[in-house]
């Protein structure tokens, strides 16, 4: 990663019930890789990942908190809600429970997040009951329409995107489509470069190019 550099610093979150696959989003993104059984979040966990946006011709580093999803740790992950420009919001597609509380999530957001803060509903798991999933205890039936979940977006002001983990089909995606929508805004004066969650970071000249490696840490 020597001599690599960016040129803006985005804060992200990652809300949602325990079990729809946070860290498994979060893993994929930074390592390229799935977490078959991964430990519950306690508190909270950290990644980080450069990522390129061609068209704006940005190389953007995002730093990713990922909140655990049990009502006891609520007070903890809410502190970090504060200052994040981005926010995944996850559900499973095979539990409707999961996208019922995901209101609640959203509201826990609104309420101690930046108020422009941009968030992207996420469905996971979508390998799980898709068409060529493999018979078995591990397949299950989709619970959440597509077309409920997109429409909900809509009318809460959402980005919307279907991901798996598993595959790592639209991870990068949600992330590259929430860091669009926060450049845009960055562009249209919403977002200013001294917010908490927005930074502005070194100069870089224009034919920059990206290490494809990640970084990661994590904490509780």
Known sequence: MAGVVWHYVLKFIITGDAAVGKSSLLVRL???RFLMNPDPTLGVEFGSKLITIPEENKVVKLQCWDTA???SFRSITRSYYRGAAGCLLVYDVTSRQSFV???SWLADVREHADPHLTCILVGNK???????????????SREVPTEEAELWAKEEGLLFVEASAKSGQNVEAAFEQATRD????????VFDDDRPGVKLSRPSNTDLTLDSDATQSRCC
């Open 182 to 189: 926060i450049l845009d805004k960055i562009k249209r004066g």
């Open 126 to 140: 979508i390998d799980l009951c898709a068409e060529d999933a493999p018979s078995g205890p591990g397949r299950r």
């Open 30 to 32: 930074t390592d390229q």
């Open 101 to 103: 509380n995901a209101r």
């Open 69 to 71: 999803g049990t009502e």
